[in-house]
C-alpha cells in the first residue's frame, strides 16, 4: 500500500508564500470561537457499541509543533490562543472509536494545507493555512475573522478525519477520496444534533470553507493538465459542492444559496437528494465505529 | 470470495466473433429472449427473481438509426442485459431500452427504474472512432457503449441497493464500469478488448472536450459530473492502476501527469476494494 500524504489541497493549486490572497483551495470550518461547538456538533454517538475489531482505545493527542515563520506564528497563535486542535481532539475522543493513538499536530509546514498521514497515521493542521484564512476573512470584511477562520479550520480538519477514517477502518469509499472527505466534514457539521438543530456556526463553518474555495478559485485563470488530473476536485467545483450540501441539507433556511446565484438551480433542485445521499453513505459507513 | 462472473463473461462474450462488431454481449436482435422473461420476483424483499430486458423503440432521426443499426446488428443491449441477468441479482425487472433521445446520453431513472442507451450516443461514439481513424471505428464505438452501459449500471446498483456511496455518483458510476471491465477474470487476465473499451470510454470523453472548447462552451463547474478531461484522467488512472506495467505507456508525453500516476495503483486498489464490497451480497 502506497504511503501517500493525503493533503486537504492540491499542492499545485497553493500559491507560494500565502501571505496575499487567497492562495490555496483550502476548506475553511467557520470560527468557532473558544468555546467548542465542534463537540455539540459531533455526529451522534450511537450508543455502546459492542466490540467491533477495534477496540476503540486509542486517544487523539495535540502537539503544537514550533513555528518560526510571521506566517506560521500567527497561524500558531490563532490556534493555541482559541484551543482549536484541543477542542477537536476532544470530539473525536469523545465519538469515534480509534484502534491506536492518533497525533494531531499544529505546524509549520512552509504552505497552507493540512494532511492526513495514512503511513504515520497523523493528521497535521499547517499554521499557515489558519493564518491564510485569518487574512481571507479580514480582507473578506468579515466582523470577526478571527472566529471566521477558527470554524475553517473546524471544517479542514474535519476533512482531514475523513481521510482518517478511510484508512483506519478500511472504509469502501467510492468517488473521488479527496470528495468523500469533504463531505465527511459537511455531514459532521450540517448533521442536526438530537435537539433537531444545526448550530448556526457549524452551518457558518462550512460556508467558509466554500468561501475559501471560492478566493483561491478566483486567483487562477487556466486549468492546466496537473490540476485537471488532480485528486481534488477544482476549487470552483468544491465551492459548489459545499454550497449544494448546504442547501441541500436544509432547503428552507438555505434558499438564499439559491436566489443569490451562489448555486444554479439544475443543481440545487437535485441537492436535497444529494444530501439524504451522503447522509446515508457516511452514516452507514462510520455506523459501527461510533463510541 | 464470490467468483468474478461479470469479467469472466466479458471474456467469453467479446471472443464471439460477430460481424464487425467485437466486444459486446450479443443477444438476437429485437431483444426475444429477454421480452419473454416474466417477473419472477413480485416484492424488491425477494431479492433475485428480476430480469434484464431489452427493448429497441424506434428510430426516426438518421443519426438515431444509423445509432440503433450499430446496436441492434451487434446485439449490444442483448449481451449486457444477459450479463447482467447471469451476475446480479435484481429485485424486480429492469427495462433497458435502446431509444431516440434527440441528445447522445445515456441515463438510469431511478423513478422508472429503467436504463436507457440513446441511439444517437452509440452514433456519435461511432462517428467520433471514425473521425480519429480507428481501423474498426465499429469495434471501439461498441466497446465504448459497453462502458456506458456498466456506468448506468452503476447507478441502478446505487437505487436497487441503496448502496452507501460517496464522493460523486457520477464518478462513482465510472469507478463501477472501469471495475467491472479492468478486474481479472478467475484466470488472472484482464481481456484486452476489455481493457480496450475503458480507453474508447476515455477517449469519447476527450472528444467532447474538444468538441465543447471548439463549440466555446464554458466548463460547468456546477454540475454533478466531473469536467469531461477529468473523467480522462480518472479513467487513464485506474487502467494504469489496475496494472502498471502493461499501461506504463499511457503516463506521461502529454497522457496521464506523473503526479496522479503514482498514486493510482492505490487508488484502484481501494475502488476495487470498495466495490467489491458494496455489491459482495448482490451477486448471484
Same mark, same amino acid.
Given at each position: 500500500?502506497?504511503?501517500r ?6 499542492v499545485?493549486l497553493?500559491?507560494a ?11 475553511k470550518?467557520s470560527s ?6 465542534a ?12 466490540t ?5 482505545g486509542?486517544?487523539?493527542t495535540?502537539?503544537?509543533?514550533d ?5 506560521a ?6 490556534l493555541?490562543d482559541?484551543?482549536v ?16 493513538d492518533?497525533?494531531?499536530h ?15 497515521k497523523t493528521?497535521?493542521i ?8 485569518q ?6 470584511g ?13 471544517a479542514?480538519?474535519?476533512h482531514?478525519a ?10 469502501p469509499?467510492?468517488g ?8 465527511l466534514a ?7 444534533a438530537?435537539?433537531g438543530?444545526?448550530?448556526a456556526e457549524?452551518?457558518t ?10 478566493a483561491s ?17 477544482l ?13 441541500g ?9 439559491v436566489?443569490?446565484?451562489g ?9 436535497p437528494?444529494?444530501?439524504?445521499q451522503?447522509?446515508h ?6 455506523d459501527?465505529?461510533w463510541? | ?11 467469453g462474450?467479446?471472443v ?11 443477444a438476437?436482435?429485437?431483444g426475444?429472449?429477454a421480452a ?10 425477494a ?9 429497441y423503440?424506434?428510430?426516426?432521426s438518421?443519426?438515431?438509426? +444509423? $445509432? =440503433? ?11 449486457? %442485459?444477459?450479463?447482467i441477468? @447471469?451476475s446480479?441479482?435484481l429485485?424486480q425487472d ?13 441515463f438510469?431513472?431511478p ?22 481513424g480507428?481501423?474498426d ?10 462502458a ?5 449500471a ?5 437505487t ?11 464518478d462513482a458510476a465510472?469507478q463501477?464500469?472501469?471495475?467491472i ?5 478467475? +484466470? $488472472? =487476465? ?6 480496450q473499451?475503458?480507453?474508447?470510454? %476515455?477517449?469519447?470523453?476527450? @472528444? ?8 466555446g ?13 477529468q ?8 487502467i494504469y492502476g489496475?496494472?502498471?506495467?502493461a ?9 496521464l501527469?506523473?503526479?496522479r500516476?503514482?498514486r ?6 481501494k ?8 455489491l459482495?451480497?448482490h451477486?448471484?
Open positions: 500500500m502506497g504511503t500524504i493525503l493533503p486537504l489541497l492540491a499545485g497553493l500559491v508564500g500565502c501571505g496575499g490572497s487567497g492562495g490555496g483551495a483550502e476548506q470550518a468557532s470561537g473558544s468555546s467548542s461547538p463537540t455539540s456538533e459531533a455526529p451522534k454517538a450511537k450508543g455502546p457499541e459492542d467491533g475489531a477495534a477496540d476503540g486509542g486517544q487523539m495535540v502537539t503544537y509543533d513555528a518560526t515563520t510571521p506566517e506564528v500567527a497561524g500558531k497563535k490563532l493555541q482559541n484551543k486542535l484541543e477542542d477537536l481532539a476532544e470530539d473525536i475522543n469523545q465519538t469515534l472509536k480509534l484502534p491506536i492518533i497525533p494531531l499544529g505546524s509549520q509546514c512552509g504552505q497552507a494545507n493540512a494532511f492526513w498521514n495514512p503511513s504515520e493528521v497535521t499547517c499554521y499557515e493555512i489558519a493564518d491564510m484564512g487574512q481571507i476573512f479580514t480582507k473578506a468579515d466582523p470577526d475573522p478571527t472566529s471566521s477562520a477558527i470554524g475553517f479550520e473546524e479542514i480538519f474535519y482531514e475523513g481521510h482518517m477514517a478511510v484508512t483506519l477502518y478500511n472504509l469509499i467510492t473521488k477520496e479527496e470528495d468523500a472527505a469533504d463531505q459537511a455531514y459532521i457539521l450540517l448533521t442536526p438530537d435537539n438543530k444545526v448550530d457549524s452551518v463553518a462550512v460556508k467558509n470553507a466554500a468561501r475559501a474555495f471560492a478559485a478566483t486567483a487562477r485563470s487556466e486549468l492546466s493538465a496537473a490540476q485537471m488530473a488532480d485528486e481534488h476536485s476549487d470552483e467545483q468544491r465551492v459548489y459542492n459545499l454550497q449544494c450540501w448546504i442547501y441539507s436544509n432547503p428552507e433556511a438555505n434558499a438564499d444559496i436566489t443569490s446565484g448555486l444554479p438551480e439544475a443543481r440545487a433542485q437535485r441537492c437528494d444529494e444530501w439524504k451522503l447522509e453513505a457516511w452514516s452507514t459507513l462510520l459501527e465505529h463510541k | 470470495m464470490r467468483t468474478r462472473i461479470l469479467p469472466i463473461l466479458a471474456v462474450l467479446i464471439a466473433g460477430c460481424g464487425g462488431g467485437g466486444s459486446e454481449e450479443k438476437d436482435s429485437s426475444n429472449p419473454s422473461e416474466t417477473p419472477k420476483a413480485d416484492n424488491p424483499d431479492g433475485a427473481g428480476g430480469k434484464m430486458t431489452v427493448v423503440d424506434d428510430a426516426t438518421p443519426e438515431a438509426i +444509423n $445509432g =440503433k443499426k450499430l446496436l441492434q446488428d451487434n446485439k449490444v443491449l442483448e449481451e449486457l %442485459a444477459a450479463d441477468n @447471469a446480479l441479482k429485485p429492469i427495462p433497458l431500452h435502446g431509444s431516440q433521445c434527440d441528445t447522445a446520453n445515456a438510469w431513472s423513478s422508472k427504474k429503467m436504463v436507457v442507451i440513446c441511439y444517437e450516443d452509440a452514433d456519435l461514439s461511432q462517428q467520433i472512432f471514425v473521425k480519429a480507428d481501423k471505428p465499429d469495434t471501439s464505438a461498441i466497446g465504448s457503449e459497453e456506458t452501459f456498466y456506468h448506468e452503476g447507478h441502478m446498483a446505487v436497487l441497493y441503496n448502496l452507501p456511496i460517496t464522493g460523486r455518483e457520477e465510472d463501477l464500469a472501469a471495475y471491465l479492468l478486474t481479472p477474470g478467475d +484466470n $488472472g =487476465k484482464v481481456d484486452a478488448e476489455s481493457v473499451a475503458v480507453k474508447d470510454f %476515455a477517449r469519447t470523453f476527450a @472528444a467532447y472536450a474538444e468538441i465543447k472548447t471548439q463549440m462552451r464554458a466548463d460547468n463547474m456546477a454540475d454533478e459530473h466531473s469536467l469531461d478531461q473523467r480522462v484522467y480518472n479513467l487513464v488512472c485506474w489496475s496494472n502498471p506495467e499501461n506504463a505507456d499511457l503516463v506521461g508525453n502529454g497522457g501527469p506523473e503526479e500516476a503514482q493510482c495503483p492505490d487508488e484502484w486498489q475502488m476495487s476494494h470498495a466495490w467489491s464490497t458494496l459482495d451480497e451477486w448471484k
